[in-house]
């Protein structure tokens, strides 16, 4: 999963319950490990330049549903009466373009099917967690190198602390 054209939805409040750390953190405190979450996918996003949409199940609270960036993010709320799994559906048809993968990320097996007949390629939550923490010790090892010269002379004399600050701005955090 690395073009730059490809997009990834995730089942958020899935993805939640399938993250171990998410799901201990989701018993007390729902809204803090969805900020967690957002702040590892827009890690992930800013890394492999996929476009990220994290869509939460909202089917039971009244209103039209919401949609709005955050860190670069989509953050998609369903509207009243529909479900995420819905609302990812609904996204891959719209979303679909040739040559351009579409990625759904969570581990219920009847969206995974759904959104594979969608013509979706499917990822589990496991599996995204897993490709999240090779992406971080990527960005780890690349921040750490300190190679003068090889793209640029600033890398030589600018400290860990300033490049991992440049990189939240690039990521369009504050």
Known sequence: MNRRDDIL??????????????????????????????????DYQGFTGMQVYVVFDAHQVPGLGATYRHHKLMIVYTKEKETADECIERLCSELFVRRRNI??????LVEQHVAFGKGALRVSARELLIDIGQNRKNIEQSLREDKPGKRNSVDAIVSLEVRSKLEKLRRGEK
């Open 9 to 42: 939805l995730v089942d958020g409040y899935n993805v939640i319950g399938a993250w171990p750390v998410l799901e201990k953190l989701k018993e007390y405190a729902l809204e803090e490990a969805r900020d967690k979450l957002l702040d590892m996918l827009a």
């Open 103 to 108: 990625y759904v990320a969570t581990s219920d």
